[in-house]
């Protein structure tokens, strides 16, 4: 799946960056100057923030589910062949959150001089919204595309027994 996502972000760089930007630019400002932004605006902005990151998944899961249809018996057959595969997955979703969650934003901010710390998770946060986070979307969308979908007959090698 991560090469997936990397391939599904690479191929369609322009409209991820773009309605990422939107976050990206929202938590620029609204950490940044946090004290001289009304709160209503700040609040109003959340809500355009939502809105772009629903419009980036709905664009993954359109490229993901492109002529294709999920079904729930694939999931179950997948969940029960595969299963250490989702186990990995899960664990590098969790690994890469202990990194740029946990260690990059919040341990690394801690030590940090108090002049730098409005500034840094601003930073931050610009720089991981069209990356970290648009990866972590389309990550997400690729896996349930690999979870619910019926392999192509063609791609799936014959069984040894006919």
Not at 47 to 70: D, K
Not at 98 to 113: D, G, K, N, Q
Not at 122 to 147: D, E, H, M, S, Y
Request: overall charge positive.
């Amino acid at each position: 799946m991560p090469r997936w996502a990397w391939r599904c972000y690479t191929a369609h760089l322009g409209p991820v960056l773009g309605l990422s930007a939107v976050a990206s630019v929202q938590r620029l400002v609204v950490v940044e100057w946090t004290r001289e932004i009304p709160h209503g605006l700040a609040l109003a902005s959340e809500a355009v923030v939502l809105g772009a990151r629903i419009a980036l998944v709905a664009l993954a899961w359109r490229i993901a589910m492109s002529g294709r249809t999920p079904r729930w018996s694939a999931g179950r057959a997948f969940a029960r062949g595969h299963w250490r595969s989702l186990l990995w997955q899960a664990a590098f979703l969790g690994a890469a959150f202990a990194v740029f969650e946990i260690l990059v934003e919040h341990v690394v901010s801690a030590l940090l001089p108090e002049s730098a710390r409005q500034t840094y998770p601003a930073v931050l946060l610009f720089v991981k919204n069209p990356t970290v986070i648009a990866l972590t979307f389309l990550w997400c969308v690729g896996l349930v595309r690999q979870v619910f979908l019926v392999p192509d007959a063609r791609l799936v090698s014959p069984s040894p027994r006919g």
